[in-house]
């Protein structure tokens, strides 16, 4: 996410011509929105990165139910 922040920053500066960010070319730019797409359609899913949090979230949620059905029984 960090990435395609830069991104629209670089972008913007670019395109509103903001001190050395003017002489910037596109091509840097362009770069960064090729490798941005290759992490996350390529390296994110290869190395699991995108199930292991959907995986964190269900465990959460599944802890927050249990909690609320049975509560702390701790004796």
């Known amino acids: 996410m960090p990435i395609i922040l830069i991104i629209l920053a670089l972008c913007a500066l670019r395109w ?5 960010f003017a002489e910037l ?3 840097w730019i ?3 929105m090729v490798a941005a797409f290759m992490w996350f359609e390529f390296v994110e899913p290869m190395l699991g990165l995108d199930k292991r949090k959907a995986h964190d979230e269900d465990a959460k ?3 927050d139910r249990l909690k609320q059905r049975f509560g702390d ?3």
């Open 16 to 20: 509103f011509e903001v001190w050395r």
């Open 25 to 27: 070319s596109w091509w």
């Open 30 to 32: 362009a770069g960064l």
């Open 61 to 63: 949620r599944r802890q």
């Open 73 to 75: 029984r701790k004796k």
